[in-house]
């Protein structure tokens, strides 16, 4: 197969592309931010039930994940491969988000652990019809190894704004109409915001943006690729990594509203505070996007996961009252995040890319649903883990904590985190492709196809 030499992408178009991140940012993110805090504090769940219900969430992801990837690859008709299963999906974040994070409007059932659950699953379930399609669709739009960092630096923005934006309106709401300061009443703002915004910006980016045919629809058993995907070493010290990283993240988010409120006590100022963090991940992005283009995306990557070794230790040095050093540290760590998912997204897609030449065949659907799985499969597991262990270390949201089980809460928010990203260091270190050594692939590849040309 030839090298593809397609015009660089508008800036409109890689604008346009990255709007529906925004709105799944709205819909997902307070899962992990709001829900362990509001559940057990306002609605009367136990930290375990609602560690245990939102890792139970993700179980059905066993099946959806791989079957979505996989026939998202092999959707025809004229709407082509993705579009038809995003838009469905949009539907069920919508509606699923709107009840998860408004339990006490239009609704008059019990907001108990069944509740929770089942408009849970629904959650992930449109959240899988959007993901996996979407970003098979952005690993497709282009060949160009910088490119596609700009394609995900694009995406992973309007992200960011997403996360800003989770924090920012609740705060304004509060300050100009006394309603959004508090987590429970933030939440409710959001979900408002994510029945409104998912079907808007995803329509507008289906009617906008062109799919891209990259390489024909695949006829190989779907089990022939799976056996090719693990033993592509290359995916998976990449999936690894990412994953290692993915779970030090989904474990700090999981009891940092429980951190903030507890050791900090910051509950009133929390998400104003959160806005260090995020509005650093804005602005660092373009800046990890640059220097990746110039020393690489693997360096870049690992610089950013140094930085977070190196600063989620200082979270031990907080105590009640520390609201300025809580948003400095917040900040760094804010810094650090900005490359990760854009220059993650951009060198799968790299990979990806080096298996469909391999087996000739659009096998990007089935990649990202082995990603998206691994990744859920990873944040739920923190869920499930984390929440439970501060309950048998004695930490409870809802009782009278003294200073042993504050320090238990603290030391479970440093030292898992520190301990998984320090692990994803290590295994990036060994992961092998660059630009130099893609084109050298595609180059052979290359000569592959025409050797075969020629046969025929």
């Known amino acids: 197969m030839g090298e593809d030499k397609k015009a660089p992408l508008k800036q409109s178009t890689l604008m346009l592309f990255a709007l529906p991140e925004y709105a799944v940012y709205l819909a997902s993110i307070p899962v992990l931010l709001y829900l362990p805090l509001v559940y057990s504090k306002d609605f009367g769940l136990s930290l375990t039930e609602v560690g245990l219900i939102l890792m139970l969430a993700r179980v059905t992801d066993v099946i959806t994940d791989p079957l979505i990837g996989t026939l998202s690859d092999r959707t025809p008709g004229p709407f082509g491969r993705r579009k038809p299963w995003i838009a469905g999906g949009a539907l069920l974040m919508m509606v699923s988000a709107f009840q998860l994070f408004n339990p006490t409007v239009l609704n008059e059932l019990p907001i108990d652990k069944w509740f929770l659950l089942s408009w849970s699953i629904t959650l992930w379930l449109g959240w899988t019809m959007v993901n996996i399609p979407y970003y098979a669709w952005g690993a497709e739009l282009s060949d160009d190894y910088f490119e596609r960092t700009r394609i995900t630096g694009w995406r992973q923005a309007f992200g960011f ?60 058993h779907i089990f022939k690729h799976a056996k090719a995907m693990f033993s592509n070493g290359a995916f998976m010290l990449l999936f690894t990594g990412f994953m290692m990283m993915s779970l030090g993240t989904g474990w700090g988010s999981a009891c940092f509203m429980l951190f903030a409120t507890y050791v900090v006590e910051a509950e009133g100022q929390t998400q104003q505070i959160l806005l260090g963090y995020y509005g650093a991940n804005i602005l660092a992005l373009p800046l990890w996007v640059m220097l990746s283009e110039r020393i690489g995306k693997k360096p870049t990557w690992m610089i950013g996961g140094a930085l977070f070794v190196l600063i989620t230790p200082s979270f031990l040095l907080l105590g009640p009252g520390d609201l300025w050093g809580l948003f400095a540290c917040l900040a760094i760590y804010g810094i650090a995040g900005g490359n990760f998912g854009a220059l993650s997204m951009s060198m799968k897609a790299d990979v990806i890319e080096i298996a469909s030449r391999r087996s000739t065949e659009n096998i990007s659907g089935a990649y990202i649903a082995v990603w998206s799985l691994g990744q859920k499969m990873v944040t739920a597991l923190a869920l499930g883990l984390c929440l439970p262990f501060l309950e048998y270390l004695g930490f409870d949201p809802n009782g009278n904590n003294g200073p042993t089980e504050i320090q238990a809460l603290a030391y479970v928010y440093v030292f898992p985190p520190w301990l998984f990203y320090a692990t994803s260091v290590l295994i990036i270190w060994r992961y092998p492709i660059s630009s130099e050594r893609l084109t050298r692939i595609r180059k052979a590849f290359q000569r592959r196809d025409e050797r075969r040309a020629t046969t025929a």
Request: charged content about 15%; cysteine-free; hydrophobic content about 50%.
């Open 161 to 220: 704004l997403g996360n800003v934006s989770v924090l920012t309106i609740p705060v304004l709401a509060g300050k100009f109409f006394g309603y959004g300061n508090l987590p429970k009443e933030g939440l409710t703002i959001i979900g408002t915001m994510a029945l409104i915004m998912l079907p808007i910006l995803i329509a507008i980016t289906l009617a906008s943006v062109p799919e891209r045919e990259a390489y024909p629809r695949p006829k190989a």
